[in-house]
């Protein structure tokens, strides 16, 4: 009966990146868990188990969401979820690089380890164009202490010959897909030839294949150095020697790595499935994750359960004196596009500083970003110029990932007061809702915050959510005139939803008048049946609203049974007249309808 353990003894971490990888590493565990309650805010699912006594938590990436940027959300989450993990392991394929000194043959593995100025792994991407040639800007964090001591041990029992790579390799020999016969032969071409066409190489010329010594079949060798890491596939021979060169050698291209050395302290495994040219194919990949998943087992096997104890947590590892180290620019990036998905909320949040700010929840209207602007010290351009806005989108990026993704204190100020250390909600010098002195937003005696009523001042404040819009749309006191307002001051922000529309729609004291706004500020609002059902029901003003609608949107309202059954049980029969005048032909003439008109 297999074991249920608690998040905190999880100690290993083990990212990969694709499905077959996944299989290999759970074929790899001595033991599987049950799984844990699912953690609402955690976007992983993870597959639980122990190797060698470690307590290990598989996570792999989602389905076609490869690189450097989806890897680094994956380890965040699960840094977050299992607080006990002391490392982690990037385990799966990669694209070889062969060269005289490193004699790589498909099947090989290579493993991460500082090498010349690099700690393991490059990210070979990143940089900035100068007169000179491109720069890379990026530098990487070494694997963790504990694990360059086992990969020592590792290559010492190698030299021994008491490896047992070669053993943990069969244990995948029970399933076809990653048999080392099934791969297919290991031919490689000129750096210069490039393929014919076709799935395999059958139409690839065999002159134009380099001259190797020959290997045993079965024979794996691992080779130790440099893996460059980027968010693009390498498939060209000569691209790849040459950035190998620049580079100082290298002996594999990834996808992932560079996104979590610097926030999820790791050993990256890969097993070689392709040269990285233009003859890349799939048929090798099962069996190379096989053998990278083999050689975790292998470097697993030689740390200490005790040693791994005494290793502080990751979380603990990234704090030095309570102060969060920063997030790298890809954990940022990937932490930001996650919300934005999960908001579903359509943001250039990674262009537009106004995106941002709506982003993060903070106001993002011109009196904001000139404070924010203020408080930075943001001191080029003038307000409102493109050249301001680049600047104070960098500076809050900046601030963001030193303060480890938090909104740091000095833009967490109360936009209330103008005060820092609060939040304008729960503001003890003026009400936000209001802007009267003496209570809170919370306790606004106003009822502002709860959106009964909807202050000038509020709306001139507050980021424009789809409830705030909704609230200004059916506002029965001066709605209208706030939405003139913000429709004057902040158009760009005011997005006009079905939820807005049909609020105005059911505005008892307004409705006619906001609509009529909408139409003639922006037009292309769309009339649903929640639309027409809100007209409906709005007994003050309704069939006001219903007859504008009819004679200004005729054409585009939809008519549906249901809708065409609430104006025939609400409205008189010119409303009904009107809409039959208008749109006879689409009204379906049901026994539900009959019975509504009859009742009315």
């Known amino acids: 009966m297999s074991r ?15 499905p077959f990888e996944l299989a290999a590493a759970q074929e790899m565990l001595d033991e599987e868990h049950d799984g844990l309650e699912h953690d609402g805010n955690d976007e992983n699912l993870y597959c639980l188990g ?11 990436l989602p389905a076609s969401r490869i690189g450097n940027n989806p890897a680094a959300a994956v380890a965040m989450w699960m840094r977050a979820t299992f607080r006990g993990i002391r490392f982690g392991l990037m385990v799966g394929i990669g694209g070889g690089v062969p060269s005289a000194e490193a004699d790589i043959r498909l099947g090989d593995v290579v493993v991460s380890q500082p090498h010349q100025t690099f700690g393991g792994v490059v990210q070979y991407d990143a940089g900035k164009a100068t007169p000179t040639g491109f720069e890379r800007t990026a530098s990487l964090n070494s694997p963790p202490q504990i694990l ?51 799935q395999t190489c059958e139409l690839c010329y065999t002159d134009r294949q380099e001259a190797r010594q020959p290997r045993k079949s079965d024979e794996i060798v691992v080779h130790y150095g440099t893996i460059a890491s980027g968010n693009q596939v390498m498939r060209d021979g000569y691209t790849r020697d040459r950035q190998s060169s620049e580079l100082g050698g290298i002996l594999c291209f990834e996808m992932e790595a560079a996104g979590l050395m610097d926030g999820f302290p790791c050993l990256v495994i890969r097993g070689i ?61 990937s932490i930001l596009a996650d919300l934005a998905r999960k908001k579903g909320d359509n943001l250039y949040w990674d262009q537009s500083i106004v995106d941002l700010l709506k982003l993060l929840r903070l106001p993002s209207n011109l009196e904001a970003r000139k404070l924010f602007a203020e408080i930075l010290q943001i001191h080029v351009g003038s307000l409102r110029t493109s050249i301001q806005n680049i600047a104070l989108h960098k500076a809050i990026l900046r601030k963001l990932a030193a303060n480890n993704r938090r909104i740091p204190p000095e ?28 209570h809170w937003a919370a306790d606004c005696h106003n009822k502002c915050y709860n959106w009964d009523k909807f202050s000038y001042w509020a709306a001139s404040i507050l980021p424009l959510s789809k409830e705030v819009v909704k609230a200004v749309a059916g506002n029965t006191e001066n709605g209208i005139g706030i939405i003139a307002r913000l429709l004057e001051h902040r158009g760009d922000e005011f997005n006009i939803t079905e939820g807005v529309v049909k609020a105005a729609a059911g505005n008892t004291e307004s409705g006619k008048e906001v609509i009529i706004l909408l139409l003639d500020r922006r037009g292309n609002i769309q009339i649903t049946e929640e639309v027409v059902k809100a007209a409906a029901g709005n007994r003050r003003s309704g069939k006001e609203v219903m007859v504008l609608l009819l004679d200004r949107k005729r054409d585009e309202i939809r008519i549906t049974e249901g809708a065409v059954v609430e104006i025939a049980r609400r409205f008189n029969k010119g409303v009904m007249s009107l809409l039959l005048d208008r749109r006879g032909n689409d009204v379906p003439i049901t026994e539900e309808l009959v019975r509504a008109a009859a009742e009315n």
Not at 4 to 18: D, N
Not at 426 to 437: D, I, T, W
């Open 4 to 18: 249920r353990l608690r998040r905190e003894e999880y100690t290993v971490g083990w990212i990969c990146a694709l």
């Open 50 to 60: 122990s190797i060698a006594g470690h307590n290990v938590v598989i996570a792999c």
């Open 148 to 198: 360059l001591a086992a990969v020592a041990r590792v290559q010492a029992n190698e030299l021994r010959g008491r490896s047992k790579l070669s053993d943990h390799v069969s244990k995948l020999e029970r399933i076809p897909q990653f048999r080392r016969d099934k791969a297919g032969p290991d031919v490689l071409f000129e750096p210069t030839y490039n393929h014919r066409g076709g």
């Open 273 to 333: 499935c392709d040269y990285a040219d233009s003859h890349k194919n799939k048929r090798w990949q099962p069996y190379a994750a096989g053998t990278a998943a083999a050689y975790a087992k292998e470097i697993l096997s030689l740390v200490p359960t005790a040693k791994v104890a005494e290793q502080p947590t990751i979380d603990n590892a990234m704090y030095r004196g309570g102060v969060s180290v920063s997030l790298t620019e890809a954990e940022l990036i």
């Open 411 to 438: 833009i967490s100020i109360c936009y209330a007061c103008r005060e820092s250390g609060h939040c304008a909600v729960n503001c003890p010098n003026k009400c936000y809702a209001c802007g009267e002195l003496g």
